[in-house]
C-alpha cells in the first residue's frame, strides 16, 4: 500500500515539477539559440577566411612591394654610407698628416677646416636622430635609450 500523503504535500510536489519543468524547457531553449549563434558565427568565420585567401596574391604582391622598397632604401644608404667613407679616404690621402691623437688646433690647420670632421659628423648624427627626442639634448634619459642611439 502505497504511503498516504497529505494533499497539500502532494501539490507542493506537482508545482515543483511544473517548476522543474518550465525551467528545462528554458535551459534547452537557450542551449538551442546558442548552439544557433555558434553556427552562424562559423560561417561568418569561414566567409572571412575564404575572402582573406581570396586576396592572398594581393597580399603577397603587397609584401613583394615592400621588400622592393627596402631594398632601395638600403641600397641609397649603402651608397651614401659608400660616397662618405670615400670622402674621408679622399681626405685622409690628401693630409697625409696624423689627424687622431693630435691637438685640435693642429687638426684644423691640416685639414684646412673650422670644425673637424669627425665632430661635424657627430653632430650631424645628433641633429638627425636626437634632436627631437626627449633625453638626449633636452631632458636626461635612461642608459638603454642612449646606448639605442649610439
Known sequence: MPPNFPPQSAQRNSDQLGGNQAKLTQLKDDQEELHNKLEKERDLYESYMYELLAEEENIANYVKEYVKHQELYY??????????????????????????????HEHLKATDRKIAYVIELCVCCLLEKGLYEEGLLRVGCGESFYLHIF
Not at 679622399?90 to 691623437?101: S, W
Open 75 to 104: 641600397t641609397s644608404a649603402l651608397r651614401e654610407i659608400q660616397s662618405t667613407i670615400n670622402s674621408m679616404d679622399g681626405l685622409f690621402r690628401r693630409n697625409n698628416k696624423q689627424i687622431f691623437n693630435t691637438p685640435l
